[in-house]
């Protein structure tokens, strides 16, 4: 299973758009399964922003900083588990709204680039080097919205998972991160509780 699990996130790798890669990795900094946060300090927020060539040579990242990355993480889950056709918590697509409107972005018409696929984009426009470098993934939803790729990016429903991942399915009908994994253990679970009568799966 383990290694059945490994082939499909090789797949999903090379098939994944850049724009959306960059989300599902953001979102996926933490891992519940695991109990693996990988954002514990405004370090580990500047380290992950700046490999991926984010972030102002020299920026610092603030505890502030942190609280606002987290919190936009967990409502873009929010939006992918809706993306999945399940139940997602509303009060953190509430907090992602809120922290929303707090990041500086504007349009940016693409005049210096002829031929280009894409007229303008989402740049950011001032605010912190921080703000500035999680303001670029709004950018990333703009451009999977454009192209119809958006709805591929869903969360695994198995709760004590919510794994990012990238729907490739022809049918686009795909509800967990893999169905070697969390899909046959969902499967297995309903399956017993089934056979003895219990009235709810665990997850």
């Known amino acids: 299973m383990g290694d059945q699990t490994d082939l499909a996130f090789q797949k999903e790798d090379q098939v994944i758009p850049p724009a959306l890669r960059l989300i599902r990795d953001f979102v996926n900094t933490v891992e519940f399964q695991e109990d693996d946060e990988r954002l514990t300090s405004p370090d580990d927020l500047r380290d992950w922003l700046d490999g991926r060539h984010l972030l102002d040579p020299g920026a610092v990242a603030t505890g502030d900083d942190l609280d606002f990355a987290i919190t936009l993480r967990e409502g873009l889950r929010g939006v992918l588990e809706l993306h999945a056709g399940h139940d997602a918590d509303p009060a953190a697509i509430r907090r992602l709204n809120d922290a929303l409107a707090d990041l500086p ?85 309903k399956a017993y509780a089934a056979r003895t009568g219990q009235s709810k799966a665990a997850q």
Request: charged residues 25%; aromatic residues 8%.
């Open 105 to 189: 972005v504007r349009i940016s018409f693409r005049v210096d680039e002829p031929g280009a696929t894409e007229a303008f984009g989402l740049v950011p426009a001032g605010g912190d080097a921080v703000r500035r470098a999680l303001a670029s993934m709004l950018d990333a939803v703009r451009q999977s919205t454009e192209d119809g790729t958006w709805p591929r990016l869903k969360a695994c429903a198995r709760q004590s998972c919510r794994w990012a991942y990238y729907d490739h399915s022809r049918n686009r009908s795909s509800r967990w991160c893999t169905m070697a994994g969390c899909g046959n253990i969902v499967k297995m679970k």
